[in-house]
């Protein structure tokens, strides 16, 4: 049986929900979905620099869950700086504090 999933908490709703490549029409791109819990994991760790227990600590995580986290936001949005994609914010198992 499959532990529930812990709802995460988010502090900040984006103001920005898509970023696309200069240039190039919406309909000619591919998108990449960052959940917004994973936005938040990346906003507390390389934004606002905070070690990995406290950003864990404020999301109401586990460590190695929000370890996940970062690296599963991070390989998204290199894919689409890299590959010329978009990116949507949206979704996730999170509730904003």
């Known amino acids: 049986m499959v ?3 812990r709802c ?3 502090n900040l709703e984006p103001n920005v929900t898509y970023f696309k490549p200069r240039g ?3 309909v000619e791109l591919e998108e990449v979905i ?10 507390l760790k390389d934004l606002e620099g ?3 227990e406290e950003c864990a600590k404020k999301m109401n995580i586990s460590q190695p869950t929000f370890h996940r986290l ?3 936001a991070r390989k998204k ?3 689409a700086i890299v590959n010329g994609k978009a990116i949507k ?3 996730g198992n999170f509730k904003y504090r």
Do not use: K, N, T, Y
């Open 70 to 72: 970062v690296l599963s």
């Open 24 to 26: 190039i029409p919406l």
């Open 77 to 79: 949005i290199s894919d």
């Open 34 to 43: 960052l959940q917004v819990d994973e936005f938040e994991a990346v906003r």
């Open 8 to 10: 995460r908490r988010v």
């Open 50 to 52: 905070l070690e990995q």
């Open 89 to 91: 914010i949206e979704g």
């Open 3 to 5: 532990r529930p999933h």
